[in-house]
């Protein structure tokens, strides 16, 4: 399978649902960046867009301005509160903004997957990979099936790779030893193969490829699962650095449209026009 063509339906029905009509949202920014902000001017016929931020944008011309010394804060309680449709993220902190979100709804939003291309097409969406997350088996899981459900729901067909600290054929050598590192990477191997059972019991095509991405990707596998956090933290990081890019970061979990990033972005477009289309397929 040509793993370009898996989640290209995504980009096609995001643009014709962002095109039903201009929503608004605001966008969080900590001090002025003309590449970002020519990238948001971009995307105004899709939506109407706020900035909220410190006192650093007050002067910035062309967008409605929230000026707040704590702008996490006051970004999601705008959406909570119903003043904007959606939030982006931007590049204020995203730890207090979600802790905000959480404490103002009784909501999780920690399920967030990044939706990212490679800069040679490849496109997939990567499992959550901040660093204090992705380490329990059990809450892989139900992140996973969380994904895999908002995969059906834009008609993309999940496909999950699952991967390990540890070859296929070293875990079968070392499998008996019980203590130190080795023992840490059989235990990666030992979840990744009950996640791919429990995956396939749920209905989903599930696979361990141990430590081999590249190939899995390749092959069409398009719901990407680190061996932890740290791990799919470095993987998100390596993809943009190396001239990749996020088409969105959706807090799934939220019952509203929270919408997450890298704060090394620079092209914001195709979040908004994500984002859009995300608020105008609720209604």
């Known amino acids: 399978m040509e793993n370009k063509k898996v989640i290209g339906i995504f980009s096609q029905k995001v643009e014709e649902l962002a095109s039903k009509g201009k929503?608004?949202?605001?966008?969080?920014?900590?001090?002025?960046?003309?590449?970002i902000q020519d990238s948001l001017r971009q995307m105004s016929n899709y939506a109407?867009?706020?900035l909220v931020g410190p006192e650093a944008i007050k002067d910035i011309k062309d967008f409605n301005i929230v000026v707040d010394s704590e702008p996490e804060k006051r970004i999601a309680t705008m959406l909570v509160n119903g003043e904007f449709e959606g939030i982006i993220r931007g590049t204020i902190d995203d730890f207090k903004t979600q802790e905000v979100y959480e404490?103002?709804?009784g909501e999780s939003a920690e399920?967030?997957?990044?939706?990212?291309?490679?800069?040679?097409?490849?496109q997939f969406i990567l499992n959550p990979g901040s660093n204090p997350d992705g380490?329990?088996?059990?809450?892989?899981?139900?992140?996973?099936?969380?994904?895999?459900?908002?995969?059906?729901?834009?008609e993309i067909e999940p496909n999950i790779a699952y991967f390990t600290g540890v070859r296929?054929?070293?875990?079968?050598?070392?499998?008996?030893?019980?203590d130190g590192i080795t023992e840490v990477l059989n235990k990666t191997y030992e979840d990744a193969e009950w996640l791919v059972s429990e995956t396939i019991k749920a209905g989903y095509n599930a696979k361990n490829w141990s430590i081999d991405l590249d190939l899995a990707v390749k092959d069409g596998c398009n719901?990407?699962?680190?061996?932890?956090?740290?791990v799919g933290n470095q993987i998100f990081r390596t993809i943009l650095f190396c001239g990749g890019r996020t088409l969105a970061g959706p807090r799934i979990s939220c019952s509203r449209a929270y919408e997450d990033n890298s704060k090394n972005?620079?092209?914001?477009s195709f979040h908004v026009m994500w984002l859009a289309a995300w608020i105008n397929s609720k209604k």
């Open 111 to 122: 399920i967030a997957p990044g939706i990212l291309e490679t800069s040679n097409g490849y």
């Open 48 to 50: 109407d867009i706020t």
């Open 265 to 268: 972005e620079k092209d914001y």
């Open 103 to 105: 404490k103002l709804t």
């Open 135 to 154: 380490w329990d088996k059990n809450q892989k899981l139900n992140t996973i099936l969380t994904i895999a459900k908002f995969c059906k729901e834009w």
């Open 223 to 230: 719901i990407i699962v680190p061996v932890n956090g740290l």
């Open 168 to 178: 296929h054929e070293t875990y079968k050598r070392k499998k008996d030893i019980k």
């Open 23 to 35: 929503v608004s949202i605001a966008f969080g920014l900590l001090k002025p960046d003309s590449e």
